[in-house]
Protein backbone atom coordinates (compact mmCIF):
# COMPACT_ATOMS: atom_id res chain seq x y z
CA UNK A 1 0.00 0.00 0.00
CA UNK A 2 2.79 2.26 0.63
CA UNK A 3 4.60 1.67 -2.10
CA UNK A 4 1.67 2.23 -4.23
CA UNK A 5 0.97 6.01 -2.99
CA UNK A 6 4.71 6.88 -3.44
CA UNK A 7 4.60 5.57 -6.77
CA UNK A 8 1.49 7.69 -7.49
CA UNK A 9 3.18 10.40 -5.90
CA UNK A 10 6.06 9.92 -7.63
CA UNK A 11 4.02 9.17 -11.19
CA UNK A 12 2.44 12.14 -10.58
CA UNK A 13 5.61 13.99 -11.04
CA UNK A 14 7.28 11.78 -13.44
CA UNK A 15 3.97 12.53 -16.24
CA UNK A 16 4.54 16.50 -15.31
CA UNK A 17 7.70 16.37 -16.26
CA UNK A 18 7.48 13.97 -19.72
CA UNK A 19 6.69 16.34 -22.17
CA UNK A 20 7.81 19.73 -20.45
CA UNK A 21 10.08 21.82 -22.70
CA UNK A 22 11.22 25.41 -21.87
CA UNK A 23 13.04 27.42 -24.09
CA UNK A 24 16.51 28.41 -23.08
CA UNK A 25 18.36 31.66 -23.89
CA UNK A 26 19.80 32.79 -27.04
CA UNK A 27 22.67 33.03 -25.29
CA UNK A 28 23.49 29.19 -24.79
CA UNK A 29 23.45 28.51 -28.59
CA UNK A 30 25.52 31.66 -28.58
CA UNK A 31 28.47 30.69 -26.07
CA UNK A 32 27.99 27.17 -27.28
CA UNK A 33 28.99 27.63 -30.70
CA UNK A 34 31.51 29.92 -29.54
CA UNK A 35 33.14 27.09 -27.21
CA UNK A 36 32.77 24.67 -30.45
CA UNK A 37 34.72 27.44 -32.59
CA UNK A 38 37.02 27.49 -29.44
CA UNK A 39 37.58 23.39 -29.50
CA UNK A 40 38.11 23.00 -32.76
CA UNK A 41 41.19 25.24 -33.00
CA UNK A 42 42.83 23.92 -30.04
CA UNK A 43 42.01 20.10 -31.75
CA UNK A 44 43.88 21.39 -34.49
CA UNK A 45 46.44 22.95 -32.77
CA UNK A 46 47.10 19.60 -30.64
CA UNK A 47 46.76 17.63 -33.80
CA UNK A 48 49.73 20.08 -35.49
CA UNK A 49 51.31 20.01 -31.78
CA UNK A 50 51.38 15.97 -31.68
CA UNK A 51 53.04 16.03 -35.79
CA UNK A 52 55.72 18.41 -34.68
CA UNK A 53 56.84 16.29 -31.46
CA UNK A 54 56.67 12.82 -34.05
CA UNK A 55 58.30 14.78 -36.57
CA UNK A 56 61.00 15.97 -33.79
CA UNK A 57 61.35 12.37 -32.92
CA UNK A 58 61.81 10.75 -35.98
CA UNK A 59 64.40 13.91 -37.05
CA UNK A 60 66.43 13.36 -33.52
CA UNK A 61 66.27 9.37 -34.13
CA UNK A 62 67.40 9.70 -37.58
CA UNK A 63 70.26 12.81 -36.53
CA UNK A 64 71.75 10.48 -33.61
CA UNK A 65 71.62 6.97 -36.10
CA UNK A 66 73.28 8.94 -39.25
CA UNK A 67 75.96 10.08 -36.53
CA UNK A 68 76.71 6.95 -35.25
CA UNK A 69 76.68 5.44 -38.69
CA UNK A 70 78.73 8.02 -40.13
CA UNK A 71 81.48 8.17 -36.82
CA UNK A 72 81.56 4.05 -37.21
CA UNK A 73 81.99 4.02 -40.76
CA UNK A 74 84.96 6.65 -40.21
CA UNK A 75 86.75 4.76 -37.78
CA UNK A 76 86.35 1.47 -39.43
CA UNK A 77 87.62 3.40 -42.41
CA UNK A 78 90.86 4.54 -40.54
CA UNK A 79 90.93 0.89 -39.00
CA UNK A 80 94.25 -1.29 -39.76
CA UNK A 81 93.54 -5.08 -39.72
CA UNK A 82 95.49 -6.94 -37.14
CA UNK A 83 98.42 -8.09 -38.83
CA UNK A 84 100.15 -11.33 -37.73
CA UNK A 85 103.56 -11.69 -38.62
CA UNK A 86 105.81 -14.82 -38.99
CA UNK A 87 108.81 -13.27 -38.79
CA UNK A 88 112.12 -12.77 -35.77
CA UNK A 89 113.07 -9.57 -34.84
CA UNK A 90 115.57 -8.63 -37.13
CA UNK A 91 117.37 -6.21 -34.39
CA UNK A 92 117.50 -9.02 -33.00
CA UNK A 93 120.81 -10.44 -33.17
CA UNK A 94 120.31 -14.17 -31.64
CA UNK A 95 117.38 -14.29 -34.03
CA UNK A 96 119.82 -13.10 -37.15
CA UNK A 97 122.18 -16.14 -36.01
CA UNK A 98 119.25 -18.13 -36.21
CA UNK A 99 118.13 -16.80 -38.99
CA UNK A 100 121.19 -17.71 -41.21
CA UNK A 101 120.96 -21.67 -39.97
CA UNK A 102 117.19 -21.42 -41.23
CA UNK A 103 118.33 -19.88 -44.63
CA UNK A 104 120.52 -22.50 -45.20
CA UNK A 105 117.65 -25.02 -44.13
CA UNK A 106 114.99 -23.02 -46.11
CA UNK A 107 115.07 -24.71 -49.11
CA UNK A 108 115.00 -28.63 -47.93
CA UNK A 109 112.61 -27.77 -45.64
CA UNK A 110 110.04 -26.25 -48.16
CA UNK A 111 110.60 -28.72 -50.63
CA UNK A 112 110.01 -31.69 -47.92
CA UNK A 113 106.94 -29.25 -46.37
CA UNK A 114 105.81 -28.95 -49.87
CA UNK A 115 106.12 -33.05 -50.91
CA UNK A 116 104.27 -33.63 -47.80
CA UNK A 117 101.74 -31.25 -48.50
CA UNK A 118 101.11 -32.78 -52.19
CA UNK A 119 101.36 -36.32 -51.11
CA UNK A 120 98.91 -35.42 -48.34
CA UNK A 121 96.05 -34.32 -50.97
CA UNK A 122 96.83 -36.67 -53.02
CA UNK A 123 96.32 -39.49 -50.47
CA UNK A 124 93.32 -38.47 -49.61
CA UNK A 125 92.01 -37.07 -53.35
CA UNK A 126 91.46 -33.85 -52.37
CA UNK A 127 93.06 -30.76 -53.70
CA UNK A 128 92.61 -28.37 -50.35
CA UNK A 129 96.64 -28.91 -49.71
CA UNK A 130 97.65 -27.98 -53.45
CA UNK A 131 94.48 -25.02 -53.21
CA UNK A 132 96.56 -23.62 -50.05
CA UNK A 133 99.25 -23.66 -51.91
CA UNK A 134 99.83 -20.18 -54.00
CA UNK A 135 102.06 -20.37 -57.43
CA UNK A 136 104.84 -20.05 -56.50
CA UNK A 137 104.85 -22.64 -54.15
CA UNK A 138 104.59 -20.56 -50.53
CA UNK A 139 103.26 -22.88 -47.88
CA UNK A 140 105.18 -20.85 -45.00
CA UNK A 141 106.98 -17.92 -44.79
CA UNK A 142 110.72 -18.31 -44.52
CA UNK A 143 111.04 -16.88 -40.88
CA UNK A 144 114.04 -14.63 -41.23
CA UNK A 145 113.27 -12.21 -44.63
CA UNK A 146 109.62 -11.03 -42.85
CA UNK A 147 109.53 -7.00 -43.77
CA UNK A 148 109.33 -6.18 -40.04
CA UNK A 149 105.85 -3.82 -39.65
CA UNK A 150 106.39 -1.39 -36.58
CA UNK A 151 103.81 -1.76 -35.23
CA UNK A 152 104.06 -5.53 -35.04
CA UNK A 153 104.81 -7.19 -31.91
CA UNK A 154 107.35 -10.12 -33.16
CA UNK A 155 109.14 -12.91 -31.25
CA UNK A 156 111.26 -15.83 -32.64
CA UNK A 157 109.98 -18.82 -30.70
CA UNK A 158 112.49 -21.39 -30.77
CA UNK A 159 110.38 -23.54 -29.38
CA UNK A 160 109.72 -26.66 -31.84
CA UNK A 161 106.19 -27.86 -32.34
CA UNK A 162 105.06 -31.40 -31.55
CA UNK A 163 102.98 -31.07 -35.34
CA UNK A 164 101.56 -34.13 -36.96
CA UNK A 165 102.19 -32.65 -40.27
CA UNK A 166 105.90 -31.35 -39.78
CA UNK A 167 109.07 -33.23 -39.24
CA UNK A 168 111.75 -32.29 -37.04
CA UNK A 169 113.77 -30.53 -39.47
CA UNK A 170 110.82 -28.44 -40.56
CA UNK A 171 109.83 -27.88 -36.52
CA UNK A 172 113.22 -26.62 -36.46
CA UNK A 173 112.71 -23.87 -38.93
CA UNK A 174 109.50 -22.33 -37.75
CA UNK A 175 109.05 -19.66 -36.07
CA UNK A 176 106.14 -18.78 -33.77
CA UNK A 177 103.63 -15.78 -35.08
CA UNK A 178 102.70 -13.45 -32.28
CA UNK A 179 99.78 -11.08 -32.78
CA UNK A 180 99.61 -7.73 -32.70
CA UNK A 181 98.38 -5.58 -30.35
CA UNK A 182 96.36 -3.22 -32.76
CA UNK A 183 94.37 -0.28 -31.80
CA UNK A 184 90.69 -0.38 -31.69
CA UNK A 185 88.31 2.65 -31.03
CA UNK A 186 86.64 2.48 -27.39
CA UNK A 187 83.42 3.00 -28.01
CA UNK A 188 81.08 4.47 -25.83
CA UNK A 189 77.26 5.31 -25.84
CA UNK A 190 76.80 8.90 -24.19
CA UNK A 191 73.80 10.95 -24.46
CA UNK A 192 70.69 11.26 -22.41
CA UNK A 193 67.14 9.83 -23.36
CA UNK A 194 65.23 13.55 -23.34
CA UNK A 195 62.30 13.68 -21.28
CA UNK A 196 59.11 14.62 -23.43
CA UNK A 197 55.96 15.71 -21.48
CA UNK A 198 52.57 16.20 -23.75
CA UNK A 199 50.60 18.37 -22.42
CA UNK A 200 47.41 18.68 -23.34
CA UNK A 201 44.64 21.40 -23.17
CA UNK A 202 41.59 20.05 -22.38
CA UNK A 203 38.32 21.63 -22.96
CA UNK A 204 36.03 22.88 -20.03
CA UNK A 205 34.21 19.96 -18.60
CA UNK A 206 33.32 18.20 -15.91
CA UNK A 207 36.33 16.52 -14.11
CA UNK A 208 34.48 13.34 -14.66
CA UNK A 209 34.09 13.24 -18.01
CA UNK A 210 37.54 14.53 -18.71
CA UNK A 211 38.46 11.75 -17.12
CA UNK A 212 36.70 9.55 -19.09
CA UNK A 213 37.89 11.39 -22.23
CA UNK A 214 41.25 10.88 -21.37
CA UNK A 215 40.87 7.52 -20.79
CA UNK A 216 39.13 7.32 -24.58
CA UNK A 217 42.29 8.66 -26.20
CA UNK A 218 44.74 6.47 -23.85
CA UNK A 219 45.05 3.27 -24.30
CA UNK A 220 44.54 1.20 -21.66
CA UNK A 221 46.86 -2.09 -22.21
CA UNK A 222 48.60 -3.46 -19.64
CA UNK A 223 49.96 -6.80 -20.88
CA UNK A 224 50.89 -7.79 -24.30
CA UNK A 225 52.66 -10.66 -26.00
CA UNK A 226 54.94 -9.82 -29.55
CA UNK A 227 57.07 -11.60 -31.89
CA UNK A 228 59.40 -9.26 -33.37
CA UNK A 229 62.17 -9.58 -36.22
CA UNK A 230 65.17 -7.17 -36.79
CA UNK A 231 67.62 -6.66 -39.03
CA UNK A 232 70.94 -4.40 -39.37
CA UNK A 233 74.37 -3.78 -38.94
CA UNK A 234 76.86 -4.26 -36.80
CA UNK A 235 80.82 -3.22 -36.18
CA UNK A 236 82.52 -6.02 -34.31
CA UNK A 237 85.25 -4.03 -32.66
CA UNK A 238 87.82 -6.80 -32.03
CA UNK A 239 90.86 -6.07 -30.43
CA UNK A 240 92.87 -9.54 -30.35
CA UNK A 241 95.78 -9.94 -27.98
CA UNK A 242 99.10 -10.86 -28.54
CA UNK A 243 99.20 -14.44 -30.26
CA UNK A 244 102.13 -16.55 -31.43
CA UNK A 245 101.16 -19.29 -33.55
CA UNK A 246 103.30 -21.36 -36.14
CA UNK A 247 104.53 -20.32 -39.61
CA UNK A 248 107.36 -22.17 -41.65
CA UNK A 249 110.77 -20.40 -42.65
CA UNK A 250 110.82 -19.82 -46.55
CA UNK A 251 113.28 -16.93 -48.04
CA UNK A 252 111.01 -17.13 -51.09
CA UNK A 253 108.08 -16.12 -49.53
CA UNK A 254 109.35 -12.71 -47.50
CA UNK A 255 106.54 -10.61 -49.34
CA UNK A 256 103.73 -12.29 -47.46
CA UNK A 257 102.67 -11.98 -43.78
CA UNK A 258 99.92 -14.19 -42.00
CA UNK A 259 96.79 -12.37 -41.54
CA UNK A 260 93.20 -11.92 -40.92
CA UNK A 261 90.77 -9.05 -40.89
CA UNK A 262 87.49 -8.55 -40.73
CA UNK A 263 85.20 -6.08 -42.67
CA UNK A 264 84.50 -3.18 -40.57
CA UNK A 265 80.86 -3.58 -40.84
CA UNK A 266 78.60 -7.08 -40.84
CA UNK A 267 75.14 -7.77 -41.03
CA UNK A 268 73.09 -9.07 -38.33
CA UNK A 269 69.25 -9.95 -38.00
CA UNK A 270 67.60 -11.02 -34.70
CA UNK A 271 63.67 -12.67 -34.30
CA UNK A 272 62.12 -12.96 -30.91
CA UNK A 273 59.56 -13.25 -28.44
CA UNK A 274 58.57 -10.83 -26.27
CA UNK A 275 56.12 -10.03 -23.13
CA UNK A 276 55.15 -6.55 -21.89
CA UNK A 277 53.51 -4.91 -19.34
CA UNK A 278 52.66 -1.57 -18.13
CA UNK A 279 54.34 -0.81 -14.45
CA UNK A 280 52.01 3.15 -14.42
CA UNK A 281 50.90 5.41 -16.81
CA UNK A 282 54.01 6.03 -19.14
CA UNK A 283 56.44 2.79 -17.84
CA UNK A 284 56.21 0.00 -19.01
CA UNK A 285 58.38 -3.31 -18.39
CA UNK A 286 59.44 -5.81 -21.82
CA UNK A 287 61.31 -8.65 -21.64
CA UNK A 288 62.01 -12.10 -23.90
CA UNK A 289 64.13 -14.18 -26.16
CA UNK A 290 65.94 -13.62 -29.05
CA UNK A 291 67.93 -15.54 -31.62
CA UNK A 292 70.53 -13.22 -32.81
CA UNK A 293 72.56 -13.95 -35.59
CA UNK A 294 75.46 -11.55 -37.09
CA UNK A 295 77.53 -12.46 -40.27
CA UNK A 296 80.83 -10.81 -41.01
CA UNK A 297 83.29 -11.37 -43.51
CA UNK A 298 86.91 -11.62 -43.67
CA UNK A 299 89.74 -11.28 -45.53
CA UNK A 300 92.19 -14.51 -44.30
CA UNK A 301 95.30 -16.01 -45.23
CA UNK A 302 95.64 -18.20 -42.21
CA UNK A 303 93.71 -22.04 -42.06
CA UNK A 304 93.84 -24.38 -39.33
CA UNK A 305 95.45 -27.84 -40.81
CA UNK A 306 93.49 -30.63 -38.45
CA UNK A 307 95.15 -33.85 -37.80
CA UNK A 308 93.62 -35.59 -40.56
CA UNK A 309 95.24 -33.09 -42.88
CA UNK A 310 92.08 -31.46 -43.41
CA UNK A 311 92.38 -27.79 -43.79
CA UNK A 312 89.67 -25.74 -42.12
CA UNK A 313 88.77 -21.65 -42.88
CA UNK A 314 90.60 -19.81 -40.22
CA UNK A 315 90.89 -16.74 -38.38
CA UNK A 316 93.72 -14.44 -36.07
CA UNK A 317 91.18 -14.11 -33.55
CA UNK A 318 91.34 -18.32 -32.84
CA UNK A 319 95.02 -18.12 -32.98
CA UNK A 320 95.37 -18.72 -29.12
CA UNK A 321 92.60 -21.44 -29.11
CA UNK A 322 94.66 -23.50 -31.98
CA UNK A 323 98.15 -22.47 -31.27
CA UNK A 324 98.18 -25.91 -28.81
CA UNK A 325 96.28 -28.30 -30.83
CA UNK A 326 96.65 -27.76 -34.71
CA UNK A 327 98.78 -26.03 -37.09
CA UNK A 328 98.39 -23.01 -38.38
CA UNK A 329 98.84 -22.18 -42.28
CA UNK A 330 99.65 -18.90 -44.06
CA UNK A 331 97.74 -19.62 -47.27
CA UNK A 332 97.02 -17.40 -50.79
CA UNK A 333 94.41 -14.77 -48.99
CA UNK A 334 90.50 -15.65 -49.77
CA UNK A 335 87.67 -14.51 -48.27
CA UNK A 336 85.50 -16.10 -45.33
CA UNK A 337 82.17 -15.66 -43.71
CA UNK A 338 81.86 -15.62 -40.40
CA UNK A 339 78.58 -15.85 -38.52
CA UNK A 340 77.98 -16.29 -34.93
CA UNK A 341 75.02 -17.05 -32.75
CA UNK A 342 73.78 -16.12 -29.81
CA UNK A 343 70.52 -16.20 -27.72
CA UNK A 344 69.66 -13.16 -25.34
CA UNK A 345 67.81 -12.47 -22.65
CA UNK A 346 66.59 -8.74 -22.57
CA UNK A 347 64.85 -7.16 -19.89
CA UNK A 348 64.19 -3.51 -20.89
CA UNK A 349 62.46 -0.05 -19.24
CA UNK A 350 59.96 1.84 -21.35
CA UNK A 351 58.68 5.23 -21.23
CA UNK A 352 55.51 5.84 -23.53
CA UNK A 353 56.13 9.31 -24.77
CA UNK A 354 52.71 8.91 -27.08
CA UNK A 355 50.38 6.43 -26.12
CA UNK A 356 47.24 6.76 -28.66
CA UNK A 357 46.08 4.74 -30.95
CA UNK A 358 49.77 5.70 -32.69
CA UNK A 359 52.16 5.02 -30.06
CA UNK A 360 55.76 6.22 -29.27
CA UNK A 361 58.09 4.96 -26.77
CA UNK A 362 61.60 5.01 -26.00
CA UNK A 363 63.30 1.33 -24.90
CA UNK A 364 66.33 1.32 -22.66
CA UNK A 365 67.67 -2.42 -20.74
CA UNK A 366 69.85 -4.83 -20.67
CA UNK A 367 70.19 -8.14 -22.06
CA UNK A 368 72.35 -11.33 -21.27
CA UNK A 369 73.64 -12.60 -24.03
CA UNK A 370 74.37 -16.55 -24.31
CA UNK A 371 77.05 -17.57 -26.88
CA UNK A 372 75.84 -20.92 -29.37
CA UNK A 373 78.21 -21.01 -31.98
CA UNK A 374 80.67 -19.26 -34.48
CA UNK A 375 80.59 -20.78 -38.06
CA UNK A 376 84.21 -19.83 -40.56
CA UNK A 377 83.06 -20.51 -43.99
CA UNK A 378 85.60 -20.02 -46.72
CA UNK A 379 83.25 -18.54 -49.78
CA UNK A 380 84.73 -20.29 -52.07
CA UNK A 381 83.90 -23.86 -50.55
CA UNK A 382 87.73 -25.02 -50.56
CA UNK A 383 88.49 -25.30 -46.84
CA UNK A 384 86.01 -26.61 -44.60
CA UNK A 385 83.48 -24.87 -42.09
CA UNK A 386 85.37 -24.52 -38.44
CA UNK A 387 82.68 -24.43 -35.51
CA UNK A 388 83.46 -22.86 -32.29
CA UNK A 389 80.85 -23.63 -29.75
CA UNK A 390 80.95 -22.45 -25.92
CA UNK A 391 82.60 -23.83 -22.87
CA UNK A 392 86.10 -24.04 -21.62
CA UNK A 393 87.93 -24.11 -25.02
CA UNK A 394 85.97 -22.02 -26.72
CA UNK A 395 87.74 -18.47 -27.41
CA UNK A 396 83.96 -16.90 -26.53
CA UNK A 397 82.41 -16.09 -23.51
CA UNK A 398 79.13 -18.05 -22.51
CA UNK A 399 77.70 -15.26 -21.29
CA UNK A 400 77.84 -11.02 -22.28
CA UNK A 401 76.37 -8.48 -20.95
CA UNK A 402 74.79 -6.05 -23.69
CA UNK A 403 73.08 -2.30 -23.24
CA UNK A 404 70.04 -1.93 -25.72
CA UNK A 405 68.57 1.38 -26.62
CA UNK A 406 65.74 2.24 -28.88
CA UNK A 407 62.63 3.32 -29.29
CA UNK A 408 59.21 1.91 -31.07
CA UNK A 409 56.64 4.04 -33.00
CA UNK A 410 53.71 1.75 -33.45
CA UNK A 411 50.07 1.70 -34.44
CA UNK A 412 47.32 0.12 -32.94
CA UNK A 413 44.99 -1.94 -35.01
CA UNK A 414 41.52 -2.87 -33.88
CA UNK A 415 41.45 -3.73 -29.71
CA UNK A 416 44.19 -6.24 -29.76
CA UNK A 417 47.00 -5.80 -31.73
CA UNK A 418 49.54 -3.23 -32.13
CA UNK A 419 52.08 -3.31 -35.13
CA UNK A 420 55.49 -1.39 -34.62
CA UNK A 421 58.11 -0.23 -35.74
CA UNK A 422 61.51 -0.24 -33.78
CA UNK A 423 65.03 1.10 -34.61
CA UNK A 424 67.67 0.01 -31.88
CA UNK A 425 71.17 0.01 -31.03
CA UNK A 426 72.60 -2.73 -29.12
CA UNK A 427 76.48 -2.75 -27.44
CA UNK A 428 77.96 -5.49 -25.78
CA UNK A 429 79.19 -3.72 -22.29
CA UNK A 430 80.99 -7.23 -21.71
CA UNK A 431 83.52 -8.65 -24.29
CA UNK A 432 82.22 -11.57 -26.11
CA UNK A 433 85.82 -12.68 -26.99
CA UNK A 434 87.45 -14.40 -23.36
CA UNK A 435 90.51 -11.82 -21.68
CA UNK A 436 93.10 -14.21 -23.06
CA UNK A 437 91.82 -14.02 -26.74
CA UNK A 438 91.27 -10.63 -26.68
CA UNK A 439 88.32 -8.45 -26.54
CA UNK A 440 85.41 -7.67 -28.89
CA UNK A 441 82.61 -5.59 -28.07
CA UNK A 442 79.78 -5.69 -30.87
CA UNK A 443 77.87 -2.53 -32.10
CA UNK A 444 74.77 -3.80 -33.42
CA UNK A 445 71.91 -0.91 -35.06
CA UNK A 446 69.13 -2.47 -36.38
CA UNK A 447 65.53 -1.64 -37.65
CA UNK A 448 62.55 -4.00 -35.90
CA UNK A 449 59.30 -4.79 -36.97
CA UNK A 450 57.27 -5.84 -33.97
CA UNK A 451 53.63 -7.73 -33.87
CA UNK A 452 52.07 -7.39 -30.32
CA UNK A 453 49.09 -9.27 -29.08
CA UNK A 454 47.41 -7.21 -26.45
CA UNK A 455 45.93 -9.79 -23.50
CA UNK A 456 44.33 -6.49 -21.80
CA UNK B 1 13.93 19.07 -42.17
CA UNK B 2 17.13 16.16 -41.51
CA UNK B 3 16.35 12.59 -39.80
CA UNK B 4 17.39 11.63 -36.73
CA UNK B 5 20.22 9.42 -38.43
CA UNK B 6 21.13 12.52 -40.47
CA UNK B 7 21.63 15.06 -37.62
CA UNK B 8 23.71 12.15 -35.96
CA UNK B 9 26.02 11.35 -38.97
CA UNK B 10 26.31 15.25 -39.40
CA UNK B 11 27.20 15.79 -35.97
CA UNK B 12 30.37 13.23 -36.22
CA UNK B 13 31.42 15.15 -38.73
CA UNK B 14 31.62 17.88 -36.70
CA UNK B 15 29.17 19.80 -39.16
CA UNK B 16 28.08 22.72 -37.36
CA UNK B 17 24.86 23.06 -39.17
CA UNK B 18 23.91 19.69 -38.09
CA UNK B 19 25.07 20.50 -34.23
CA UNK B 20 22.31 24.00 -34.50
CA UNK B 21 19.58 21.07 -36.03
CA UNK B 22 20.41 19.33 -33.01
CA UNK B 23 20.90 21.55 -30.54
CA UNK B 24 17.32 23.36 -32.07
CA UNK B 25 15.22 20.22 -31.93
CA UNK B 26 16.28 19.05 -28.39
CA UNK B 27 17.32 22.04 -26.07
CA UNK B 28 14.05 22.80 -24.75
CA UNK B 29 13.70 19.72 -23.55
CA UNK B 30 16.90 19.26 -22.04
CA UNK B 31 15.95 22.27 -20.58
CA UNK B 32 13.66 20.85 -18.47
CA UNK B 33 16.11 18.44 -17.58
CA UNK B 34 18.85 20.76 -16.85
CA UNK B 35 16.37 23.01 -14.71
CA UNK B 36 14.73 20.13 -12.15
CA UNK B 37 18.98 19.12 -11.50
CA UNK B 38 19.98 22.68 -10.69
CA UNK B 39 19.35 26.00 -8.59
CA UNK B 40 18.36 28.38 -10.68
CA UNK B 41 17.94 29.23 -14.38
CA UNK B 42 21.01 30.33 -15.10
CA UNK B 43 22.87 27.20 -13.37
CA UNK B 44 20.80 25.02 -15.69
CA UNK B 45 21.50 26.92 -19.14
CA UNK B 46 25.36 26.32 -17.60
CA UNK B 47 24.65 22.64 -17.40
CA UNK B 48 22.70 22.78 -20.76
CA UNK B 49 25.62 24.39 -22.76
CA UNK B 50 28.14 21.87 -20.80
CA UNK B 51 25.96 19.50 -21.64
CA UNK B 52 25.77 19.92 -25.03
CA UNK B 53 29.55 20.27 -25.61
CA UNK B 54 29.48 16.68 -24.12
CA UNK B 55 27.09 15.71 -26.07
CA UNK B 56 28.50 16.69 -29.74
CA UNK B 57 32.11 15.24 -28.06
CA UNK B 58 30.97 12.04 -27.80
CA UNK B 59 28.21 10.98 -30.04
CA UNK B 60 30.10 9.24 -31.87
CA UNK B 61 30.17 6.29 -29.58
CA UNK B 62 26.03 6.56 -29.31
CA UNK B 63 25.47 3.11 -30.81
CA UNK B 64 21.69 3.88 -31.53
CA UNK B 65 20.93 1.18 -28.85
CA UNK B 66 18.32 3.73 -27.23
CA UNK B 67 16.55 6.71 -28.67
CA UNK B 68 18.39 9.80 -29.13
CA UNK B 69 16.84 12.14 -26.62
CA UNK B 70 17.42 9.19 -24.26
CA UNK B 71 20.72 9.30 -24.67
CA UNK B 72 20.64 13.00 -24.35
CA UNK B 73 18.75 12.77 -21.29
CA UNK B 74 21.43 10.88 -19.74
CA UNK B 75 24.58 13.03 -20.48
CA UNK B 76 22.55 16.38 -19.42
CA UNK B 77 21.17 13.95 -16.05
CA UNK B 78 25.58 12.99 -15.34
CA UNK B 79 26.53 17.46 -16.69
CA UNK B 80 24.23 18.50 -14.22
CA UNK B 81 25.18 15.67 -11.26
CA UNK B 82 28.85 16.86 -11.48
CA UNK B 83 28.20 20.47 -11.44
CA UNK B 84 26.23 18.94 -8.05
CA UNK B 85 28.72 16.90 -6.85
CA UNK B 86 30.69 19.02 -4.63
CA UNK B 87 27.84 19.67 -2.50
CA UNK B 88 27.27 16.00 -1.83
CA UNK B 89 29.43 15.59 0.68
CA UNK B 90 27.32 18.13 2.80
CA UNK B 91 24.33 15.54 2.51
CA UNK B 92 23.71 13.52 6.15
CA UNK B 93 24.73 10.26 6.11
CA UNK B 94 21.88 8.59 7.62
CA UNK B 95 21.71 5.26 7.12
CA UNK B 96 17.62 4.38 7.13
CA UNK B 97 16.57 0.66 6.40
CA UNK B 98 12.73 1.26 6.01
CA UNK B 99 11.81 4.72 6.20
CA UNK B 100 7.58 5.10 6.95
CA UNK B 101 6.01 7.22 4.43
CA UNK B 102 2.62 9.17 5.06
CA UNK B 103 0.20 7.72 3.48
CA UNK B 104 -0.95 9.93 -0.11
CA UNK B 105 -4.24 9.71 -2.07
CA UNK B 106 -3.87 10.25 -5.56
CA UNK B 107 -2.41 13.70 -7.03
CA UNK B 108 -2.60 15.63 -9.71
CA UNK B 109 -0.50 18.19 -10.91
CA UNK B 110 -1.89 19.21 -13.99
CA UNK B 111 -3.62 22.15 -12.67
CA UNK B 112 0.47 23.22 -11.93
CA UNK B 113 2.04 25.41 -14.00
CA UNK B 114 5.33 24.29 -15.52
CA UNK B 115 7.77 26.95 -13.75
CA UNK B 116 5.49 26.62 -10.61
CA UNK B 117 6.88 22.68 -10.14
CA UNK B 118 10.37 23.34 -11.36
CA UNK B 119 10.65 26.21 -9.04
CA UNK B 120 9.04 23.99 -5.95
CA UNK B 121 12.05 21.64 -7.04
CA UNK B 122 14.57 24.05 -7.30
CA UNK B 123 13.63 25.42 -3.65
CA UNK B 124 14.99 21.93 -2.48
CA UNK B 125 18.16 21.33 -0.61
CA UNK B 126 20.73 20.03 -2.99
CA UNK B 127 21.12 16.74 -1.99
CA UNK B 128 17.17 16.26 -1.83
CA UNK B 129 16.70 17.81 -5.27
CA UNK B 130 19.03 14.86 -6.64
CA UNK B 131 17.72 12.27 -5.42
CA UNK B 132 14.40 13.09 -5.74
CA UNK B 133 14.72 13.62 -9.51
CA UNK B 134 16.40 10.56 -9.63
CA UNK B 135 14.13 8.48 -7.92
CA UNK B 136 10.95 10.09 -8.74
CA UNK B 137 11.52 11.46 -12.02
CA UNK B 138 13.98 9.10 -13.66
CA UNK B 139 13.14 5.87 -11.87
CA UNK B 140 16.22 4.60 -10.29
CA UNK B 141 16.26 2.97 -7.36
CA UNK B 142 17.97 3.89 -3.93
CA UNK B 143 20.91 1.51 -4.91
CA UNK B 144 21.27 2.65 -8.19
CA UNK B 145 20.96 6.33 -6.75
CA UNK B 146 23.42 5.34 -3.91
CA UNK B 147 26.06 4.17 -6.43
CA UNK B 148 25.57 6.90 -8.90
CA UNK B 149 26.21 9.14 -6.35
CA UNK B 150 28.58 7.45 -3.72
CA UNK B 151 26.12 7.91 -0.63
CA UNK B 152 24.51 5.08 1.16
CA UNK B 153 21.11 3.78 0.34
CA UNK B 154 20.04 4.50 3.60
CA UNK B 155 20.89 8.34 2.89
CA UNK B 156 19.33 8.10 -0.45
CA UNK B 157 15.98 7.12 1.42
CA UNK B 158 15.78 9.48 4.02
CA UNK B 159 16.97 12.77 1.44
CA UNK B 160 13.60 11.13 -0.71
CA UNK B 161 11.88 10.84 2.37
CA UNK B 162 12.97 14.52 3.19
CA UNK B 163 12.17 15.99 -0.69
CA UNK B 164 8.67 14.38 -0.77
CA UNK B 165 7.86 15.80 2.99
CA UNK B 166 9.06 18.78 1.64
CA UNK B 167 7.27 18.95 -1.36
CA UNK B 168 3.80 18.29 0.09
CA UNK B 169 4.10 21.27 2.08
CA UNK B 170 4.75 23.33 -0.79
CA UNK B 171 1.48 22.20 -2.44
CA UNK B 172 0.18 22.12 0.64
CA UNK B 173 0.58 26.03 0.67
CA UNK B 174 -0.03 26.51 -2.37
CA UNK B 175 -3.94 24.98 -1.39
CA UNK B 176 -4.28 23.11 -4.55
CA UNK B 177 -3.35 19.94 -2.78
CA UNK B 178 -5.25 20.34 -0.07
CA UNK B 179 -8.50 21.12 -2.14
CA UNK B 180 -7.59 18.00 -3.76
CA UNK B 181 -7.80 16.22 -0.78
CA UNK B 182 -10.55 17.56 0.53
CA UNK B 183 -12.39 16.61 -2.93
CA UNK B 184 -11.66 13.04 -2.08
CA UNK B 185 -12.49 12.86 1.27
Redesign the interface.
Known sequence: ??NT??Q???D??????QQ??????A???S???H??TQ??GGKMKRRVIFYQRLAAAAILFALAFGALTTYYAREQSDYVPKEVVSSQKTENSIANNESKNLADNSSEELKSIDSKLKSSSNTQGSSIANSLIPQDNTVVMASQQFVMPDSAHVKYNQRQHADSFSGRDYNRGLARISLADLPTPEISLQGKVREVTIVRKL???????MAE?KRNKRTDEDLWASIGAATGNYSPQVNTGSVNYAAASGGAFSNRSAASSSDSRGSAYSVGVNLGKRLSDRWILQGGINYLNQAIGYNSNIASLQPNNQAKAFVADYALQEQNTNSVLVTSPYEINSVSEFISVPVQAGYLLIDRKVGLQLNSGLATDIFLQNTLTDKSGQLDKYSEGAGTDSPYNTFSLSGLLGSELSYKIGTQYRLSVAPGLRYSMSSVLKSESGTANLLVWDLGFRFRYIFK | MLSEIELIKGCVKEDRAAQKALYERYCRKMMVVCQRYAKSTLEAEDALQEGFVKVFASIKEFRQESRLDTWMTRVMINTALNQQRQKLYLLPMVDVTEIEMAEDSEISLSSFHLSELIAMIQSLPDGCRLVFNLFAIEGYSHKEIAEMLGISEGTSKSQYSRAKSLLKMKLNQHSVYEKYRETKV
Open positions: MKERKFDAWQNAFAEQTPSEVWALDHLAEPAMPASFS
